[in-house]
């Protein structure tokens, strides 16, 4: 271990100790040092982990009458979460008889890409805005940024309303994956709610169609 | 050309300051280092492009693991000395008409772990002393209408910790309806806004994605 050279004479009577050298060899601590070092420092920076806030609308008690606020049918997107990570969306109303779900993915051509066509004009208000503070153009705090931010999405009044359904099979992570699309795409107004009778139907329907054709689905 | 003489001298380096610096900076990273109790049940959570960091205290977590069983946990508050995780188990132990003692509660205090024990199996749970058989007890929080334990529990949390805010950590395969319920029992007891426990990815919007 460490080299304390302590040697011992026991000739004559007197006792000379020699000169030695009195180092201690501080090698194999410094390598454990470290390498505590590095494990503590990296446990430090990875463990903590993230958080997404979601706000949900309040419950309507039972007894409780509010009348449901009205929305129009030609900015309303209805996403519905299917089976198997896939996305099914419609645009207006549901009518059991007219209503064919289009059928993407959480990929960036997928999804996104169908928010971002009906939520450019924002997305770009948005960019731009955000450009700007980077470029120092406009001179703003970090808080405000913010607060202007979310102002420039309740003025908003072009892009859609987007309102969110699971099927009984989505998994918890297209939830988790179709919140993130609506803060990337940087979308106003959207909602979650349950899927109704017609809604569920026509995913049964599409989900049918895809197994009758399995050579169309692989597109 | 006369040669230079090189001096026969040991190449040993001082490591001495090497050595101190080390020594602060281990000293520094350990006593920031927070430990966390070990998880009950492995759950992978999903990823978001979300960037803002989880609390440190005053938060009730609800945990759905892959297997469909919910996990309640709470913090003992900002300070140690508040003791709030005594205070809700004793509260949940006189609806059901548990008596928990002094060591019982105390126990509960120092184990950081969440609850996944019915509140029956719970004084069982707190004595036995080998992790398999911990592990057998936890058979997650009731969640049914009949028995809804994991709304009880949430209900004395925010009775006895106000400012507890509410996490969901599920795992990223549980089936959504699962999920559904949960945020139906949280959102009964009046809590409107939740943080979903996710990992960090990114994602960009392409040039060509927002022209026409």
Same mark, same amino acid.
């Given at each position: 271990?460490?080299?304390?050279?302590?040697?011992?004479?026991?000739?004559?009577?007197?006792?000379?100790? +020699?000169? @030695?050298?009195?180092?201690?060899?501080?090698?194999?601590?410094?390598?454990?040092?470290?390498?505590?070092?590095?494990?503590?420092?990296?446990?430090?920076?990875?463990?903590?982990?993230?958080?997404?806030?979601?706000?949900?609308?309040?419950?309507?008690?039972?007894?409780?009458?509010?009348?449901?606020?009205?929305?129009?049918?030609?900015?309303?997107?209805?996403?519905?979460? @299917?089976?198997?990570?896939?996305?099914?969306?419609?645009?207006?109303?549901? !009518?059991?008889?007219?209503?064919?779900?289009?059928?993407?993915?959480?990929?960036?051509?997928?999804?996104?890409?169908?928010?971002?066509?009906?939520?450019?004009?924002?997305?770009? +208000?948005?960019?731009?805005?955000?450009?700007?503070?980077?470029?120092?153009?406009?001179?703003?705090?970090? !808080?405000?940024?913010?607060?202007?931010?979310?102002?420039?999405?309740?003025?908003?009044?072009?892009?859609?309303?987007?309102?969110? +359904?699971?099927?009984?099979?989505? +998994?918890?992570?297209?939830?988790?994956?179709?919140?993130?699309?609506?803060?990337?795409?940087?979308?106003?107004?959207?909602?979650?709610?349950?899927? !109704?009778?017609?809604?569920?139907?026509?995913?049964?329907?599409?989900?049918?169609?895809?197994?009758?054709?399995?050579?169309?689905?692989?597109? | 050309?006369?040669?230079?003489?090189?001096?026969?001298?040991?190449?040993?380096?001082?490591?001495?300051?090497?050595?101190?610096?080390?020594?602060?900076?281990?000293?520094?990273?350990?006593?920031?280092?927070?430990?966390?109790?070990?998880?009950?049940? %492995?759950?992978?959570?999903?990823?978001?492009?979300?960037?803002? %960091?989880?609390?440190?205290?005053?938060?009730?977590?609800?945990?759905?693991?892959?297997?469909?069983?919910?996990?309640?946990?709470?913090?003992?508050?900002?300070?140690? &000395?508040?003791?709030?995780?005594?205070? &809700?188990?004793?509260?949940?132990?006189?609806?059901?008409?548990?008596?928990?003692?002094?060591?019982?509660?105390?126990?509960?205090?120092?184990?950081?772990?969440?609850?996944?024990?019915?509140?029956?199996?719970?004084?069982?749970?707190?004595?036995?002393?080998?992790?398999?058989?911990?592990?057998?007890?936890?058979?997650?929080? %009731?969640?049914?209408?009949?028995?809804?334990?994991?709304?009880?529990?949430?209900?004395?949390?925010?009775? &006895?910790?106000?400012?507890?805010?509410?996490?969901?950590?599920?795992?990223?395969?549980?089936?959504? %309806?699962?999920?559904?319920?949960?945020?139906?029992?949280?959102?009964?007891?009046?809590?409107?806004?939740?943080?979903?426990?996710?990992?960090?990815?990114?994602?960009?919007?392409?040039?060509?994605?927002?022209?026409?």
């Amino acid at each position: 271990m460490a080299d304390v050279q302590v040697q011992e004479q026991s000739k004559g009577g007197k006792k000379k100790p +020699k000169k @030695g050298d009195a180092r201690v060899d501080m090698t194999p601590m410094v390598d454990l040092m470290s390498l505590l070092i590095t494990f503590f420092m990296l446990t430090a920076a990875f463990s903590k982990p993230k958080v997404m806030e979601i706000i949900l609308p309040e419950k309507i008690k039972k007894n409780e009458k509010v009348e449901p606020p009205k929305i129009a049918d030609s900015r309303t997107l209805n996403i519905i979460l @299917g089976p198997e990570d896939k996305v099914y969306w419609y645009p207006g109303k549901a !009518d059991p008889e007219v209503t064919v779900l289009q059928e993407t993915d959480f990929s960036a051509t997928g999804i996104r890409q169908v928010l971002l066509d009906r939520n450019r004009a924002l997305f770009r +208000k948005i960019d731009q805005f955000e450009k700007d503070v980077i470029a120092g153009k406009i001179n703003i705090k970090q !808080d405000s940024m913010r607060s202007a931010i979310s102002q420039l999405k309740k003025d908003d009044d072009t892009g859609p309303i987007v309102l969110i +359904k699971a099927y009984k099979t989505a +998994k918890y992570k297209n939830f988790v994956d179709i919140m993130d699309e609506m803060s990337i795409v940087g979308i106003a107004r959207y909602i979650f709610t349950d899927i !109704d009778w017609i809604e569920e139907k026509l995913v049964v329907d599409a989900i049918n169609r895809a197994a009758a054709t399995p050579s169309g689905s692989a597109q | 050309m006369p040669k230079i003489k090189l001096g026969a001298k040991s190449p040993r380096i001082d490591m001495t300051p090497m050595v101190d610096l080390f020594t602060l900076l281990l000293t520094f990273f350990i006593l920031t280092a927070t430990f966390r109790p070990q998880e009950s049940a %492995p759950v992978d959570t999903p990823f978001s492009v979300s960037e803002k %960091p989880m609390m440190d205290a005053n938060v009730m977590t609800v945990l759905i693991a892959k297997d469909n069983r919910v996990f309640f946990n709470v913090d003992n508050g900002p300070d140690t &000395i508040l003791k709030f995780r005594p205070k &809700i188990l004793a509260e949940m132990g006189k609806r059901y008409n548990i008596e928990f003692t002094e060591d019982e509660l105390r126990l509960f205090e120092k184990t950081g772990t969440a609850v996944g024990v019915p509140i029956q199996d719970m004084k069982k749970y707190l004595a036995s002393k080998d992790s398999d058989e911990k592990i057998a007890l936890e058979k997650g929080v %009731p969640i049914d209408s009949t028995d809804n334990q994991l709304a009880l529990w949430i209900l004395f949390a925010r009775q &006895i910790n106000p400012a507890a805010d509410a996490m969901i950590k599920g795992d990223a395969d549980v089936e959504f %309806p699962v999920v559904r319920e949960v945020l139906d029992i949280l959102q009964d007891k009046n809590v409107n806004r939740f943080n979903l426990i996710t990992n960090l990815r990114s994602a960009e919007v392409t040039e060509e994605q927002i022209a026409e």
